[in-house]
Each structure stands twice: as structure tokens, then as C-alpha cells.
């Protein structure tokens, strides 16, 4: 006769399985702050797990590896970053190419709050690339591919109310606003500056005949 398991009340869950998830995450926000400072090569566990006051040792209760911790960081940071995409570019309170300079007006904003300690997480580990393990390279891929479609479906959203012409290329266009913004983002990061943020969101705009139509104070 088989024994059925008892069935586990709905409500949270218990302490033990609570204080895991609560230190697992944890970690997981410690490692997503210092990739974005420092890079994958240079975090250490050990300076992780002291930033949120776990034991020496405890690290692998909750991660198989630093490659597999590394992934987790980047699925985390990817979530966080298409959500503030969506809550710009699907904001129909605004034009499309509004939407659009707000993100990169808060994100300016945010490397100064930072004082330009902080760049892009997957920007950041793309450079070290030649050093990570081979299986970051499709995950960070497949970020930037997720980025540029929800910037493509913007700047269509714009090409539809006539502030883009219709002869442009969206998709190329969301390329090409990517390899610029990370890179405006490395060079901010180095000055510790914003002009290089706006040099690009500036030449951007122009590209695309539009510049006069955005209001560039709008989000300030």
C-alpha cells in the first residue's frame, strides 16, 4: 500500500525553506551590485557572502558553483532590466520617442546617483568574455536580442504616429542603439561623467530625424 504524502498548507512557507530563499536572494542582489562595479573576475565569493553576513563556507548550500551563481546574477539583472524597459517604453502616457529618451534620462541620472561606480552587469561581463565560462555567452546574447526587441517595438510604435520615417529599419536601428548606449555607458563609467551619455542619446535622436519632436527636458 503506498503512503500518501500530507499536503502542504497554502500560506508561506517554513522558516527554514523562508531563511533560504531570503539568503539566497540576498546573495543574489550582493553579486548583482559588485558585477556591476567590478566584473565577474574580479568578485570574490568570500567578499559576497561578508556583504550580507553569511558564513564562510555556506556559499555552496545555496549555489552548485560560482558559474552557476554568475548565471543566476544574470537571469536576475535581465528580469530587473526588462521590467524598467517596460515601464518606460509601454508607457502610453507618452510619445514613443519620449518613452524612449526618459530611459536614457534615468539612466544617466542613475550612473550620477552612482557616481558612475556602476555600469551595465551584462556590458560589464561581455568584456571579460575571453575569461568566463562559455556558457555566459549564449545567456548574455540572448539578453542584449531581448533588449533590442522591446526598443524595436518602441521605435515602431514611433514609425506608426509619423515621428520616424517609415523608410527606416527598426530592428537595426534598436542594433545599433545598443552597441552605442553600452559603449557610452564603458566611457561614462571611465570619465565619470555624463557627457559621453549624452553625446550618444544626442547623435542617436538625430539619426533618426527626430530630435526636434522629443522634448528633451521632459523627464529632467
Not at 568584456?127 to 545567456?139: A, G, N
Request: proline share 4%.
Amino acid at each position: 500500500m503506498s503512503k500518501t504524502l500530507p499536503r502542504r498548507r497554502r500560506g508561506r512557507p517554513p522558516k527554514e525553506i523562508a531563511g533560504t530563499s531570503a539568503t539566497r536572494d540576498a546573495l543574489v542582489r550582493a553579486g548583482v551590485v559588485m558585477l556591476t562595479e567590478k566584473g565577474y573576475s574580479a568578485t570574490g565569493i568570500e567578499e559576497v557572502l561578508r556583504s550580507v553576513d553569511v558564513p564562510k563556507g555556506s556559499f555552496y548550500h545555496y549555489f552548485p558553483s560560482k558559474e552557476a551563481f554568475g548565471a543566476e546574477l544574470i537571469d536576475s539583472y535581465a528580469d530587473y532590466f526588462s521590467r524598467k524597459l517596460d515601464s518606460f517604453f509601454l508607457n502610453k502616457q507618452h510619445p514613443p520617442l519620449e518613452r524612449l529618451r526618459g530611459f536614457t534620462d534615468d539612466a544617466t541620472s542613475a550612473m550620477k546617483r552612482f557616481r558612475y561606480a556602476r555600469g551595465c552587469l551584462v556590458g560589464n561581463l561581455g568584456q571579460e568574455m575571453s575569461v568566463l565560462p562559455q556558457s555566459f555567452r549564449q545567456q548574455l546574447f540572448d539578453v542584449f536580442i531581448d533588449w533590442q526587441q522591446r526598443t524595436a517595438k518602441c521605435l515602431r510604435a514611433a514609425q506608426a504616429t509619423g515621428a520616424i520615417s517609415s523608410n527606416q529599419d527598426c530592428d537595426w536601428l534598436a542594433e545599433f542603439f545598443w552597441i552605442g548606449w553600452e559603449g557610452a555607458v564603458l566611457r561614462a563609467k571611465l570619465e565619470r561623467r555624463s557627457e559621453p551619455l549624452h553625446s550618444f542619446s544626442k547623435g542617436f535622436f538625430k539619426l533618426l530625424g527626430a530630435s526636434s519632436s522629443v522634448n528633451e527636458s521632459f523627464f529632467v
